[in-house]
């Protein structure tokens, strides 16, 4: 993993908007209809070659694919595991929303109807027997694409992101929940390790590290503990990988609303630097989270993150307007104040489009101008 030395890096967290074109075969397949299969890798294979020639002109230096074959950053998944079943028809609803959706029921009535504009809704699955990894095409199409994508282009580094092994599904079949999702995170391994064998930098997806420490249904030692046997559960699918290989993004989650009950920042740091990375992504343009780079004068906490990276969030994922570059390096300079410019990677809170929308958060052409105003922002540092 390259660091900031004598410039200071910029990237993001993955998901980019899908072109329209791909979103309509994309939701014919992801609807069981008929669709133009060849037509369909196609359209993928050259939005992941325009998305990366844009990040690299938008001045980003550690780029991805943007999950332009994927329809979630985390349901993808359910294609590439066998052992799971469609359930009920249950939609996927963390519980930490129930908290906003009561306090905001006005709000939350108009914004959930967006997701009337997804290629396809997000449900849950069920697993109701042995879980095992067949997602080797798929995850092969992906890394072709990148890898082919960034011939003839200057970059400092690529990844991939993953999800982390919770969050998708639930267990019918295991005897335990802990059984279920070690399970889970043995099958994963294997898409991990192919991204970093490809020689790709490997992020996992996490925001349900933050969703653990939030949910209402447990109590405050409920919480850590669960938190605790999720980063067990995570560094086992980890084991061996070189933590400079890996990058951890953890996040507040979709929910862009008000978030007067999201957790401090504070009760987050220890348990995601718990999980082995050599890079820790997490919110900090969000509003409610953006006066927490105090956290890191803490020596306790510095100890613990030793010389892994930050990548502070510094461009907002749920909002148009586009951070002045005064402000991304006035918000850098806290952090490398903290733990030395050498540590500090300039990113965003979350990705553009974590679903296939034809209505993402922040509209396309706002995001480029986003992330010229990171790079601007960073070469002022």
Not at 127 to 151: F, H, K, M
Not at 306 to 313: K, N, R, T
Not at 354 to 370: I, M
Request: hydrophobic residues 40%; proline residues 6%; glycine residues 8%.
């Amino acid at each position: 993993m390259q660091r900031s030395a004598e410039r200071i890096l910029t990237t993001h967290v993955g998901s980019l908007a899908r072109p329209e074109a791909l979103l309509d075969t994309m939701r014919e397949k992801e609807h069981g209809r008929p669709y133009d299969e060849a037509g369909f890798a196609k359209q993928v294979t050259e939005a992941v070659r325009d998305v990366v020639g844009r990040q690299v002109e938008a001045g980003l230096d550690v780029v991805t694919d943007g999950e332009m074959g994927k329809v979630s950053f985390a349901t993808y998944v359910q294609d590439r595991l066998d052992g799971f079943s469609p359930s009920s028809g249950e939609k996927l609803l963390p519980p930490s929303w129930k908290l906003e959706i009561d306090a905001f029921p006005e709000y939350y009535e108009q914004y959930l109807g967006k997701y009337s504009k997804t290629v396809a809704p997000m449900v849950t699955v069920a697993c109701v027997g042995p879980v095992s990894y067949t997602g080797q095409d798929q995850l092969r199409t992906d890394i072709e694409n990148l890898r082919a994508a960034l011939v003839g282009v200057e970059y400092t580094e690529a990844f991939l992101p993953s999800t982390s092994p919770r969050g998708f599904g639930r267990n019918e079949f295991y005897a335990t929940d802990t059984e279920y999702y070690t399970a889970v995170a043995e099958a994963l391994r294997e898409e991990y390790l192919a991204i970093v064998d490809a020689g790709f930098l490997l992020q996992i997806d996490d925001p349900w590290l933050i969703e653990i420490l939030s949910d209402p249904a447990l109590t405050p030692e409920e919480r850590q503990q669960t938190a605790a046997e999720h980063a067990d559960i995570v560094n086992h699918a980890l084991r061996d990988i070189p933590t400079e290989k890996i990058r951890l993004h953890t996040c507040y989650g979709l929910n862009h609303g008000p978030r007067v009950h999201d957790i401090t920042m504070a009760e987050v740091a220890g348990p995601m630097l718990a999980i082995r990375a050599g890079a820790y992504s997490f919110e900090v343009a969000n509003p409610r989270h953006m006066h927490e780079w105090t956290i890191w004068q803490d020596d306790r906490l510095r100890r613990q993150l030793g010389d892994a990276v930050l990548v502070p969030g510094l461009l907002g994922h749920a909002q148009n307007y586009v951070e002045h570059p005064e402000l991304v390096a006035e918000m850098l300079r806290h952090y490398v104040d903290a733990v030395g410019r050498e540590q500090v990677i300039a990113g965003a809170d979350c990705g553009f489009s974590s679903r296939a929308s034809y209505q993402p958060e922040v509209h396309p052409t706002v995001v480029w101008e986003k992330f010229r105003a990171l790079r601007a922002g960073a070469d002022l540092v």
